[in-house]
């Protein structure tokens, strides 16, 4: 892939019916979601379906791997999708490159001991507990609902680097996600609002945005 030029964000959005909204609110928390598919469905409907959602279902799942290769295939296809893919791409070409910790193996094969026994057996052996890759600094950490708790209170961190909402979530990791978080001041380590930058060609900063909306 080639370096692309930032894309530009400025501290508004268009939801799904077209009405311009404000960054941080309430009507932008609820639409990130709708967006993010409603413009891979504008791109291309049938390609969407058949080559980016297993992408999204696998990253949501934690497979950085398999989700690369679907949201790489997408991008072959169809180029016009890259805009929206890149900020996933970036997130499984991260975790991949993380090299694993004696911890993070011995729960990878605990979950793969467990998953060759047979099923009666399953049955009297507690499971591993959920534990999915941080998107950040690639370990294994206890499963969060990216929707729940507030990181800033330490209620949605990861258990080794301890950045903010640590699970993989396409619509959150896609730009409105992103820029959501930037604007909303979601996060406390600076290193997100440091990499959102060097992403994006920011209108405003998230500082000044807060101080504005605010008075
Ligand atoms: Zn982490």
Redesign the pocket.
């Known amino acids: 892939m080639t370096a692309s030029p930032k894309t530009k964000i400025n501290t508004t959005f268009v939801s799904i019916d077209g009405t311009t909204g404000t960054r941080s609110k309430l009507d932008d928390f609820r639409g990130v979601r709708a967006r993010i598919f409603a413009r891979l469905q504008a791109i291309d409907d049938a390609s969407a379906n058949r080559l980016v959602i297993p992408g999204v279902n696998a990253y949501n799942q934690g497979e950085y791997e398999d989700a690369l290769s679907h949201f790489l295939n997408s991008i072959t296809e169809v180029p016009e999708f890259e805009e929206e893919l890149r900020s996933h791409i970036n997130v499984c070409k991260r975790v991949m490159h993380t090299v694993l910790s004696p911890l993070d193996i011995g729960y990878r094969d605990a979950c793969s001991r467990r998953s060759r026994l047979p099923f009666f057996i399953k049955w009297f052996k507690q499971a591993p507990p959920l534990k999915l890759r941080?998107k950040?600094?690639g370990?294994f950490?206890a499963y969060l609902d990216p929707n729940e708790g507030l990181a800033y209170l330490g209620e949605n961190n990861?258990e080794?680097?301890e950045?903010g909402y640590?699970m993989p979530d396409f619509a959150w990791d896609g730009i409105d996600g992103q820029a959501y978080i930037y604007y909303r001041n979601s996060v406390t380590e600076k290193e997100f609002y440091e990499e959102f930058e060097t992403r994006f060609d920011v209108e405003v900063d998230h500082r000044v945005f807060l101080a504005s909306s605010r008075a």
């Open positions: 941080c950040y600094c370990h950490t990861c080794t680097c950045r640590p």
